[in-house]
């Protein structure tokens, strides 16, 4: 049956209850971090028994005809789920059912898996890895009164020790936060330790978190308490996932506890606003698609080297090519230990499968992009692009893999060019852009971390009549120097991507902002797709005076310098 696994003492209220808990229904990636892709099945309201209505949701999860709570009356919803995991050629896809009891205070998930076996009872194998392996829970909250909290004068700390459930544990993706005043675990005794928040020493505590025996300190409630929220779990058995339920069901309160306290004062703030132009689902299936296809340069180390002449026939988006050894004349890539100079030369000696999988999200974004640009303009002409200060050029060479035509432009080349194919090489360029006079005639012009060039994108961009532009800006510069303001209010970054915004605007365009999922502090995108002025004439003007404010005289192109890298340290 049922059994209490956890509960938290804490003061949020009611509201604050509902609210991220209906957030966390709608949006399963909250709680449960593993969870790649999702769709809401359908949402169903109900006044006891009696079905009052029914909602469905869109490719972009918001509520087709939500009810009107002014008229309608209902005291349960039930949602419906499907949950899809990122690895899902290791993992299930599963559905669920998540149950909010309003006069109960009650919020039940219970997962729907058919078992694996022709037994008719469900395995904890069955579920997912990111899934409690339960057969269901539920997070119930419980108002308490005043009277029943610890008094500061009477409240004293003790130490106890607790010995660890023998039985091993599995990590789920419940998705966890450290901060909170007072933690309490139901233990099967029926006795309670208060586990102490994580200290400033956490590095000490983390290597003696696995160790059988653990010390609990427990604090004593305050009085500013006004609920109880706990965790409750029907388990498959006496034993099997107890200990990690309660470790994951503290997580899970503790962020609970921390949401809430945001809403009651107001309301948590998103500081990352993401899909804001393409639908979530459709990026990803995108993402997933390239990165299969491309991943295999991630591991481009192993590559020595390739000549001009081998190179013509290499298919740059084929793995075999990379992969296939079968001793003729026409092997394309010679395999050898201790090859990884292409890409330092290109990075500095960085990581290369940070590059590859930023570059290969960045044209996930850019493909899911134009393919709805053309659905929604009914054309079946695939874009043109020039790439500005492409760097690597992988970006090119993963967009041209795609059928899309583009160059890329750089003032240095890279040895890692020399593994593209013929077309991508021809179309690398290396040249000093004198970005007042360059004129491109492209659908679009894009930008990753471009440099001296990032406030020039949009200026380029204008001079075409039918060109769009796409910058992700990363380094400070404006026009003919060094990017210097700074409101200390928003911070500089902010303060950056509102100048390139301004600049845009003036440009003639109508400015959308994005958040790419890239593995960059420096994500937000800067896009114009649509303009407010094509006058020519007047552009030319708005041109002009945004460089008399920029103080522009002359554009020097920023000589190259090799990147300085550490000498590794010998151990003595």
């Known amino acids: 049956g049922m059994e209490e696994v956890c509960y938290v003492e804490s003061t949020i209220s009611e509201n604050a209850f509902w609210l991220v808990l209906n957030s966390w229904s709608s949006n399963p990636q909250y709680l449960m971090k593993p969870v790649k892709k999702y769709k809401i099945l359908a949402k169903s309201y109900y006044q006891d028994a009696l079905l009052v209505h029914e909602s469905f949701f869109d490719e972009n999860h918001e509520e087709i005809s939500p009810p009107e709570s002014e008229t309608l009356k209902y005291n349960r919803i039930i949602y419906r789920r499907h949950l899809v995991p990122r690895l899902v050629e290791k993992d299930n896809e599963i559905d669920e059912i998540i149950e909010h009891n309003i006069p109960n205070l009650t919020v039940r998930f219970q997962p729907l898996l058919e078992p694996s076996d022709c037994s008719s009872d469900l395995k904890p194998s069955d579920l997912p890895f990111f899934y409690p392996k339960v057969r269901e829970f539920i997070i119930r909250y419980t108002p308490i009164s005043s009277s029943t909290c610890t008094s500061p004068s009477n409240s004293t700390t003790t130490t106890t020790t607790t010995t660890a459930d023998s039985t091993a544990t599995t ?33 000490k505590s983390k290597k003696n978190s696995n160790q059988p025996s653990t010390t609990e300190t427990i604090i004593t409630t305050n009085n500013n308490n006004t609920c109880k929220i706990s965790i409750e779990a029907v388990f498959f058995d006496a034993t099997t996932y107890r200990n990690t339920m309660k470790k994951v069901g ?42 299969a296809k491309y991943k295999f340069w991630a591991d481009i180390d192993s590559v020595s080297e390739i000549s001009s002449g081998e190179a013509d026939n290499h298919n740059a988006g084929d793995p075999s090519n990379i992969n296939n050894n079968n001793n003729n004349n026409n092997n394309n890539i010679i395999k050898e230990k ?59 060479n993963v967009l041209r893999g795609e059928g899309y035509i583009g160059s890329g432009v750089d003032i240095r080349s890279r040895k890692i060019w020399s593994l593209y194919n013929e077309s991508v090489r021809q179309s690398l360029k290396e040249e000093a852009v004198m970005p007042k006079e360059a004129v491109y005639d492209v659908d679009w012009v894009i930008a990753n971390h471009s440099d001296e060039l990032t406030p020039w994108i949009p200026y380029i961009a204008s001079k075409n009549s039918s060109s769009r532009f796409l910058v992700i800006p990363c380094c400070f510069y404006d026009f003919g120097c060094k990017f210097s303001k700074n409101d200390t209010r928003i911070g500089k970054y902010k303060t950056y991507l509102n100048y390139i915004d301004h600049v845009a605007s003036s440009c003639g365009f109508k400015v959308e902002m994005d958040t790419l999922r890239i593995p960059s502090t420096k994500n937000i995108t800067i896009i114009g797709r649509t303009r407010d002025i094509t006058d020519q004439n007047i552009l030319d003007s708005a041109r002009s005076l945004l460089l008399d404010h920029a103080n522009f005289s002359t554009f020097t192109p920023r000589p190259y310098s090799q990147p300085y890298v550490p000498p590794k340290r010998k151990k003595p």
């Open 338 to 396: 201790g090859s990884g100079s292409l890409w330092k030369d290109a990075h500095g000696g960085l990581d290369p499968q940070k590059y590859v999988y930023e570059e290969i999200a960045i044209a996930a974004y850019l493909v899911s992009l134009w393919e709805l640009e053309r659905k929604a303009t009914n054309s079946q002409k695939m874009q043109t692009f020039v790439d500005m200060g492409c760097g690597n050029g992988f970006l090119v």
């Open 250 to 291: 503290l997580e899970v309160l503790k962020k609970l506890h921390k949401w809430g306290n945001r809403q009651d004062e107001g309301g948590y703030k998103k500081h990352a606003h993401y899909d804001q132009i393409l639908p979530r689902d459709y990026y990803i299936d995108t993402y997933d698609r390239l990165k």
């Open 171 to 203: 990590t789920t993706g419940l998705e966890v936060d450290n901060d909170i005043s007072k933690i309490t675990t139901t233990q099967s005794q029926d006795s309670s330790a208060h586990l102490k928040p994580p200290s400033k020493n956490s590095k």
